[in-house]
């Protein structure tokens, strides 16, 4: 939660930057929207194109947004001042030409918008669009099965959400395949120009309400009383200490024929005593008393998403006709095996224990997360290997996929084993990392491990 606050107040920081943006533009002026590409006030296609994507899924996603209301619809407003920044760099890349300092431009742009990269990427933007997506639906996964059979809203801001970033894809690869096109007319871009296109009032929409004001302050307590009756209650306990041999004046004395230890017939007759420090109330929610709540294993596709859940020493769990579209999400399955076929866009294991994979392909990222025993063998190709908060994970990679990138978190008792001379070689991944001053930075790097 901690990690969410800050994020939102990093993101409100930026949409009160372009606010300020957009209503200074109104007391000063700007470029007008007639001027747009020199051509009789014509807006450039791959702009007309951007207006129909904001019109169509943006829109769809911030009215779903706005039901839900609360931290989703400050989150959707962030997301239209994001796409309303991008769509003035569209603006201006269609009325100048390319600077030939673009660097410059670009941190321009990227301290505008709280040093986010709200531009499209060189030089092939439609991929990371796409990691983005494989990114996102991992988290929206979750809300699903939160909400999928309890709260419809939620399933369709999930789709709305989702079917953004889908879109924008097929707008790179219609518009921007290779990045951006700058126009080959008009003045060279530069940073008092981009400013203006920011700033122009009339080619954006009005500018956003501003945030809702913080919460006031809460109830105060009589902290006051509080405070004496503490120093009061400490004053009474050290009185009592600093009396020395004295404290034991009060104590009642106890013949021998009183004390249980010397007399077994007391101990007989009395009830069992308990120890004070210790509570003996049964808790209504122990786990050993709550019932083990029992699930229906679960494997299908459901749209393009491959569902394996709940599954219990299965180890014949298989796959076939994937799609590189399918992503495959693999939840609290224990000790079972499963085999992908084919070519698949992204792979999810979450809160498995003792659990095997085995796949061919995967063009977007492999997940482990919340897991113990896990064990991965790569048949094919695969870019990444993301590993969160896992005990024990053994990755078989093959010679198509010595390129892999190994990101780890949180983990322990990783190993990556390579193939050579016709058998593997394991790789124990560095758990423990020291940290030093140069100078002028702080340098990484991983600890040896001694054995």
Excluded at 101 to 106: G, N
Excluded at 146 to 161: A, E, G, L, P
Aim: charged share 25%; glycine share 6%; hydrophobic share 30%.
């Amino acid at each position: 939660m901690a990690e969410t606050h800050g994020l939102m107040e990093r993101l409100e920081k930026a949409v009160t930057r372009l606010e300020s943006l957009f209503s200074d533009s109104h007391r000063s002026g700007g470029m007008e929207c007639d001027a747009i590409n020199g051509v009789n006030g014509s807006i450039a296609p791959y702009v007309e194109a951007f207006d129909r994507l904001l019109n169509g899924s943006v829109a769809e996603f911030l009215r779903y947004s706005r039901i839900l209301e609360g931290d989703v619809k400050t989150h959707a407003e962030m997301v239209r001042a994001a796409f309303q920044a991008q769509r003035s760099f569209l603006v201006l890349a269609s009325q100048c030409q390319e600077p030939q300092e673009v660097r410059k431009v670009t941190q321009t742009f990227k301290i505008q918008c709280n040093n986010k990269t709200v531009f499209p990427v060189s030089p092939k933007p439609g991929p990371y669009v796409k990691e983005m997506n494989d990114a996102a639906t991992f988290y929206t996964n979750r809300v699903l099965k939160d909400y999928k059979h309890s709260d419809t809203r939620h399933v369709d801001w999930v789709k709305s959400y989702l079917n953004i970033w889908s879109e924008l894809q097929a707008y790179i690869k219609e518009h921007h395949t290779t990045g951006l096109t700058w126009s080959k007319t008009g003045p060279v871009a530069s940073p008092m120009s981009m400013r203006s296109v920011l700033t122009s009032g009339s080619c954006l929409s009005p500018p956003l309400p501003p945030p809702p004001p913080p919460p006031g302050p809460p109830p105060l307590f009589d902290t006051e009383t509080v405070k004496d009756e503490g120093t009061a209650s400490r004053s009474a306990l050290f009185a009592e200490l600093n009396q020395g041999e004295a404290i034991t004046k009060g104590l009642r004395h106890v013949s021998d024929d009183q004390k249980t230890h010397k007399n077994p017939s007391l101990r007989a007759q009395g009830p069992s005593v308990r120890s004070p420090t210790k509570s003996h109330t049964p808790s209504p929610t122990s786990p050993k008393n709550s019932p083990q709540q029992s699930h229906a294993p679960v494997l299908e596709l459901e749209g393009k998403k491959w569902r394996v859940e709940y599954q219990e020493d299965k180890n014949d769990l298989v796959i076939n006709n994937t799609e590189l579209k399918q992503v495959a999400y693999i939840f609290k399955c224990n000790k079972s095996t499963l085999q992908i076929k084919g070519k698949i866009n992204s792979i999810t294991i979450d809160n498995c224990k003792k659990f095997g994979l085995v796949f061919d392909n995967v063009v977007g990222i492999v997940e482990v997360i919340n897991s113990r025993d896990i064990q991965i063998q790569v048949m094919g190709k695969v870019p990444t290997i993301s590993i969160n908060k896992t005990e024990g994970c053994h990755i078989y990679l093959s010679e198509e996929s010595l390129d892999c990138e190994i990101v780890s978190a949180k983990s322990s008792e990783m190993n990556i084993l390579i193939p050579q001379d016709g058998d593997y070689k394991e790789f124990p991944v560095p758990e423990q990392f020291k940290t030093a001053w140069d100078g002028s930075k702080l340098v990484t790097e991983p600890a040896e491990i001694v054995g």
